[in-house]
C-alpha cells in the first residue's frame, strides 16, 4: 500500500515528492523472495542485503533506486496485518494506508523532526487529510495520547478549521 506524500496527496492536496513509500506484508515464508522479484520487474535496482539490514534494523525500511530515473522507493516492511483503503493512481487500482494511520505516522514524523520549521510538509499534510476526510477522531486521540503526540494534533485541527 502506498502511505507518504502519495496516500497525503490521495486524501489531501496534491504535492510533489521524489520518492514513493510502500508498505509491504513481509510475514509469510517466501516473501522475501517474492519482494525481490516484483522490485526487479517494476524496474528498481535490487540488492537482497538491504532487505535483510532493514529487517534487522527498528525502522525496517530499504531504499531502493529506478534503473531509469532519478527517483526512489521506499520500502517499509511489515509483519503484521496492514490496514489500507482502496484507490487508485492514474486510473490504476492500487492500496493507501488508511487516513487515520497515516495521520498518526505524520504526527509521530512532526515530533521526531528538528528543528520543528522542517516538519511544515507533514503537518500541512495533517491539515489537508482532516480538512477532506471523515476521520475516526476518537481513534486518532486515543493513540495520539499514546503516542505523545496529542497536542500536536489539537494544534493542527485549531490551524486547519
Same mark, same amino acid.
Do not use: H, Q, Y
Given at each position: 500500500m502506498f502511505t507518504g506524500a502519495l496516500a497525503a496527496s490521495f486524501y489531501g492536496v496534491p504535492r510533489t515528492t521524489s520518492d514513493a513509500d510502500v508498505v509491504v506484508e513481509i510475514s509469510e515464508e517466501g516473501s522475501q523472495t517474492k519482494l525481490m522479484l516484483a522490485l526487479r520487474k517494476a524496474g528498481l535496482k535490487t540488492e537482497e542485503n538491504r532487505i535483510n539490514a532493514a529487517l534487522r534494523s527498528c525502522? *525496517?525500511? !530499504? &531504499?531502493? *533506486?529506478? &534503473?531509469?530515473?532519478?527517483?526512489? +522507493?521506499?520500502?517499509?516492511?511489515s509483519d503484521g496485518k496492514? #490496514?489500507?483503503? !482502496?484507490?487508485?493512481?492514474?486510473? %490504476?487500482?492500487t492500496f493507501f494506508q488508511t487516513p487515520e494511520e497515516l495521520i498518526l505516522a505524520k504526527l509521530r514524523m512532526i515530533k521526531a523532526? +528538528?528543528?520543528? #520549521? @522542517? !516538519?511544515?510538509?507533514? #503537518? #500541512?499534510?495533517?491539515?489537508?487529510? %482532516?480538512?477532506?476526510?471523515?476521520?475516526?477522531?476518537? +481513534?486518532?486521540? @486515543? @493513540?495520539? @495520547?499514546?503516542?505523545? &503526540? %496529542?497536542?500536536?494534533?489539537?494544534?493542527? *485541527? &485549531?490551524? !486547519?478549521?
Open positions: 525502522f *525496517r525500511i !530499504a &531504499t531502493f *533506486r529506478d &534503473t531509469k530515473t532519478p527517483f526512489t +522507493v521506499d520500502i517499509i516492511l496492514i #490496514e489500507k483503503k !482502496a484507490g487508485t493512481v492514474l486510473g %490504476l487500482p523532526t +528538528v528543528p520543528r #520549521e @522542517r !516538519a511544515s510538509k507533514d #503537518e #500541512e499534510d495533517v491539515k489537508a487529510i %482532516l480538512r477532506f476526510n471523515k476521520v475516526d477522531m476518537n +481513534v486518532i486521540k @486515543r @493513540r495520539a @495520547r499514546k503516542n505523545d &503526540t %496529542l497536542s500536536i494534533l489539537e494544534a493542527l *485541527r &485549531t490551524d !486547519a478549521g
